[in-house]
């Protein structure tokens, strides 16, 4: 990790000692490390301690006069913001993790985590009921979709005498988490465009009704966080989903297969890389109705005459850039490789990614799914079932690949 500059949060805990062991051990590593606490923090370990350790002060107030000049104070939550290459923060008790999820920022940590634009890992700590409990969980799952990566506690006992999970890990354990982050992969996208399309679109029948499909987007939105936290520039196009925005990605939000048209042909000629993975409709209403269509009697039947959206994909192929990856989705029910090998050819795609929906393999809605890849040159690789952000980098170490 030499040169790697880090940002190092302590909230309040009695863990908050063994951050100190671990600022230690990260500039041991040949980490650059800078060190802010919360004032909680700083009833269990003295601010002093952390500049011993890193050679730097510890930024702990807002607006704390030392021997900062009058640009830096007004600054200084963006200059360290914008520093870093990592922040850790480390333990990470509910309360701050209750305000890093919904965007809270009353003091200098916090708002330092809504301005940092690089990965941001959080190390929850605390005791073992408030862990379990239904809110620290959504909360935790809130800044799992926005891209923030999550060291799992250990489990033992706490300070209360309580056994469970919500322990600090061992340092050791947590330097071998943020190595891995730091070995370069998060790195080999950085300054490339990456444009991802997600979610389904709906067609409107009338005002109220539409033609639709089941995908929760949570796929393409994985490929987002994953190119995002490898650096690189990514532009989300996106149906109508219930999905958190991932963390420096730029989004745009649409509804119907022309809107998503129009907004992938706009971007698709500046990008590197394209991820194709949105569920487009292929069909919408001719005329759909400009009032909500009346209930008819029992015996009546409603006809609508359906006509073709336009074929994104396709259009994507011939005008996007020369030299950039074009990646295509497609989901079958039924002879999965083989139809995936016939619209990759026929799209003239880099690469396809195929998800078979199964009874065991239910991909919309799920975390987990099983797909395979499948290259222009033929080749086949099966993955067994994963975490969709694990297929997501999956996915984009093949593209890494394939651009070399």
Known sequence: MRGTKILLGVTGGIAAYKSAYLARELVRAGADVHVVMTEAAAEFVQPLTFSALTRHPVALEMWHRDQSTESEIGTRHIHLATWCDIMLIAPASANTIAKVAHGLSDNLLTVLALACRRPLVVAPTMDADMYLNDVTQQNLGVLRQRGVDIIPPAIGEHASGLMGPGRLPDVEVIIEFVRKLVDGRHEDLRKKRVLVTAGPTYEPIDPVRFIGNRSSGKMGFAIATAAAKRGADVTLVTGPVHLETPRTVDRIDVETAHEMHRAVLA?????????????VSDYRPSKPSGQKM????????????????????????????????????????????????????????????????TKDNPVFGSDRNTVAFIDHAGHVDELPAMEKIEVAHRLLDRIVALRA
Request: glycine share 6%; proline share 1%; hydrophobic share 50%.
């Open 267 to 279: 971007a698709a000629k500046k990008q590197d890389v394209i991820i194709m993975a949105a569920a």
């Open 294 to 357: 009346k209930k008819m009697s029992a015996e009546a039947a409603l006809d609508l005459h359906l006509v073709t959206t336009p074929d994104i994909l396709a259009e994507v192929g011939r005008v996007r850039r020369r030299g950039s990856v074009l990646v295509g989705f497609a989901l079958e029910t039924e002879n999965a490789l083989e139809n995936g090998r016939a619209k990759l050819t026929k799209k003239q795609l880099d690469l396809i990614v195929v998800n078979a929906a």
